[in-house]
């Protein structure tokens, strides 16, 4: 064959791509639907920042494996540029679904115009986008009610409270990824709840980022700054928890007795703690969102209606729970 024949064949199969369909003219979904080919679903994941992520990716990739769905997924090693960088890759690639967790809630509009105008559903996986975004970007939203968790905090401190003849509780707070849907709504929901009652006092909230390293930082930081007037610490995720536990021993304090620990997200590693008696509180919140990922995947590619919004059941592991029986965590 002639290179410029080569050449031309090589041309009209990107264009076709490009225009969203395959030889045979019909929409790459709707070939998948019907001819029971695997549907290929797109997954733009934020990085590895805490083990609560790895679990969520193993969650989507597992997911992905019950459910005969061909998986292409990308690790923005968190940075939103990577993100938006794969879910174009994604349109280029013609996937029959996109789910993408957004790492901030802003920013996301032109990419998604893009998506809408290749005809590709979106789902958003764990986090949020902003509301000032046009909703009809997106198809569905599966992940946590992270302002909920953040009430849950704020109800078992004053549980801790009344249960306590301390008369006053100074707070320190950890936060996560400045401007993600987790930090800005477990914020929220604890605040709302200690709000107006005389015996909460928040001495200062900062950025741990989610990690682990920053979250120990962060804490040696307000140690440094407020020393022994810390009673309480609350910490958006586990990870930043155990960098803090690791400042707090260090300056001869006893986390769980000298400073109250709330912490969220679930993991192993802190339950442990809680059987251990340093931290007193972890909020659920679950990364195993694969299965319904991937449920909802399947019923975007058959042109099915989804609800716009699903949360997974989620509860809330306490010093006063009897946690003998708890299962293995998972992550
Ligand atoms: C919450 C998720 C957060 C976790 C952190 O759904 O987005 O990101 O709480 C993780 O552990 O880094």
Redesign the pocket.
């Known amino acids: 064959m002639s290179k410029n024949r080569l050449g031309l064949l090589l041309l009209a199969g990107c264009l076709f791509l490009l225009a969203g369909c395959t030889p045979s003219g019909k929409k790459k979904t709707e070939e998948a639907a019907d001819s029971g080919n695997r549907l290929l679903l797109g997954f733009a994941q ?1 990085g590895s ?5 790895i679990g ?1 990716t193993r969650s989507v990739q597992e997911a992905a494996g019950r459910h005969g769905i061909q998986l292409m997924m990308s690790d923005a090693n968190q940075k939103q540029e990577n993100e938006i960088r794969a879910i174009r890759q994604f349109i280029a690639y013609q996937v029959d679904v996109i789910a993408f ?1 957004p790492i901030v809630e802003e920013g996301w509009e032109n990419v998604l115009y893009e998506a809408r105008n290749a005809g590709i559903p979106v789902i958003l996986s ?2 949020q986008i902003s509301d000032k975004i046009d909703e009809n970007l997106y198809t569905t939203y599966v ?2 009610d ?1 302002y909920a968790e953040g009430q849950k905090a704020g109800e078992f401190l004053r549980k801790k409270a009344e249960n306590s003849e301390k008369e006053t509780f100074r707070i320190v707070e950890l936060l ?2 400045p401007g ?3 930090a800005l709504q ?1 914020k929220q929901g604890f605040h709302d709840v200690i709000e107006g009652d005389s015996r909460f006092e928040i001495l200062e909230s900062v950025s741990g980022d ?2 682990r390293s920053k979250g120990k930082e962060s804490m040696e930081m307000l140690l440094e700054k407020w020393g022994d007037r810390i009673d309480v610490l609350y910490s ?4 930043m928890t155990l960098g803090a536990i690791d400042a707090i021993e260090k300056a001869g304090l006893r986390p769980g007795k000298d400073i109250v620990i709330i912490t ?2 679930g ?1 192993q590693a802190a339950v442990d703690l809680l059987k251990e008696g340093k931290i007193n509180c972890v909020v659920e ?1 679950t ?1 195993m969102l694969g299965d319904l990922i991937m449920d909802l995947t399947k019923k975007l590619a058959a042109g099915e209606e989804v609800p716009r919004v699903i949360h997974p059941d989620e509860t809330m592991f306490t010093e006063y729970d009897d946690l003998s029986e708890l299962p293995p965590r998972g992550y």
């Open positions: 934020i920042e805490s083990s609560w992520r969520n967790v764990d986090r992940g946590a992270f996560g990824t993600s849907t987790p477990r989610f990690l958006h995720n586990d990870g969220v997200d993991e919140c990364p």
